[in-house]
């Protein structure tokens, strides 16, 4: 495979890696999408801030818990890596279309960026693998608690929503004996919901799994857009491009040296009708008659 032939897969790559769908249909103008990791990413962030089972807990938390700031630091950390995987996506596809060096370093800076991010925040899950999950258990037992003993104040609403949140009812005490409040809050058939401790936990396992493989596949793609960026920015500043457009500069010719003839003329050099020409003017005629290669 040959150099030009290396770029232009390259290209077709880094399109595929770079845009969620590139349309044609119907116009000759290119619509770019944004990135499927991108979308994913804002989507991830804003299931994260608005959805229900995490913005409950958000509500109740008491003053001082680590919760609220964890909930929004998540928030704009999603927002801001889906805002650089768009960034890059565009600077890149841009890059590749353009050809334009400038364009493919700016992709390249964003795409490096995310990775940085995505390296930091699988550093973070790894070394506080239960943070996010003991806020929130701490948050409902202290919610629990406060409802149990007084029945009559706000936090028996507030367990209430996340009881209806989390269709679930209470937790299980250790000893397996329920006071009359306990008893109370979990009749008829809320008694048949499980346990809200289990099922806390259970919804942040799925969350985290989900996460987990996001970050897996971003740190995949970010090294393989990062190759191909690097690979096509060489490219470019060697002048290894498809399409030559601009300007042509036309260079004075070394004297001495005679024009060579178009490759048509030296393939036909034998052809009949180059013969007969030279029959007609004869190995003594004329040298160069105007009008005779004019009319032929």
Not at 207 to 228: D, E, F, N, Q
Request: net charge positive; hydrophobic share 45%.
């Amino acid at each position: 495979m040959g150099p030009r032939s290396r770029v232009r897969v390259a290209k077709c790559q880094m399109l595929v890696t770079s845009l969620f769908v590139l349309e044609a249909g119907g116009s000759p103008t290119l619509v770019l999408r944004p990135q499927l990791l991108g979308l994913l990413a804002a989507t991830m962030a804003a299931l994260t801030y608005f959805g229900a089972h995490f913005a409950v807990f958000s509500r109740v938390s008491p003053e001082g818990s680590s919760y609220p700031a964890l909930h929004r630091g998540a928030f704009f950390a999603g927002i801001s890596l889906a805002g650089l995987l768009t960034l890059g996506a565009v600077l890149s596809a841009a890059a590749t279309v353009r050809e334009a060096g400038g364009l493919m370093a700016g992709g390249f800076l964003c795409l490096a960026l995310v990775f940085c991010a995505l390296v930091q925040g699988a550093f973070w899950r790894l070394r506080n693998p239960t943070q996010v999950e003991d806020a929130l258990l701490d948050t409902y037992d202290l919610v629990y608690d406060q409802a149990v003993t007084s029945p009559s104040s706000a936090r028996w609403q507030e367990l209430a929503a996340i009881h209806d949140t989390f269709l679930c009812c209470g937790k299980s005490s250790p000893s397996g004996l329920l006071g009359s409040a306990e008893a109370e809050l979990c009749r008829g058939q809320e008694a048949a919901t499980p346990d809200c401790l289990q099922v806390v936990r259970s919804f942040l396992r799925t969350h985290g799994h989900i996460a987990s493989t996001l970050t897996s596949v971003g740190l995949a793609t970010m090294v393989y857009a990062m190759l191909l960026s690097s690979f096509l920015w060489f490219a470019i500043r060697s002048g290894r491009s498809l399409d030559r457009r601009g300007t042509y500069a036309l260079r004075p010719r070394p004297r001495g040296r005679q024009p060579q003839e178009p490759g048509f003329f030296r393939r036909s050099g034998g052809s009949p009708a180059l013969r007969h020409l030279v029959d007609l003017r004869g190995p003594g005629g004329p040298s160069g008659d105007p009008r005779l290669l004019q009319d032929n």
